[in-house]
């Protein structure tokens, strides 16, 4: 199920913010597409900097430096408090532009994407890129 808008206090489904190399006002692609890109290209693991991670369920706010120069970032609390739930995935690839912003509630969907998301940063082309 993909819908457009969130409504508070209710399950939304999935929210496509952006999917995909588009201009302004285009259509994002179904998540369908997603999927494709995730079997047939690596992740860029430049991503990893924004919180260590690929799917965020929580908000961040940049927290300064440590003393080796790297990136604080501070827990802010759930996405969206009434929905806590709420799971948010981005990223793009190394190899082909193909950003993405999608925030979901739906467990079936947030399953699939971590499964898809885990299968490929175990491929070796994303293995061997240099961890930020």
């Known amino acids: 199920m993909e819908t457009t808008e969130r409504t508070p206090a209710q399950s939304f ?3 496509v913010e952006y999917n995909g190399s588009k201009w302004a006002g285009d259509a994002p692609d179904p998540l369908s597409k997603l999927f494709d890109m995730l079997k047939q290209h690596p992740l860029d693991r430049f991503w990893e900097r924004n919180g260590g991670l690929w799917c965020l369920a929580h908000g961040s706010t940049f927290g300064g430096r440590n003393d080796k ?17 709420t799971v948010r995935f981005c990223g793009n690839f190394l190899t082909y532009s193909h950003g993405f912003s999608i925030e979901t509630d739906d467990a079936e969907v947030i399953e699939a994407l971590h499964t898809a998301i885990a299968e490929n940063m175990h491929r070796p082309d994303y293995l061997a890129q240099v961890s930020p």
Do not use: A, M, R
């Open 13 to 15: 489904g999935v929210l």
């Open 69 to 85: 120069g790297e990136q604080i970032w501070l827990d802010t609390g759930p996405i969206y408090p009434e929905q806590p739930y």
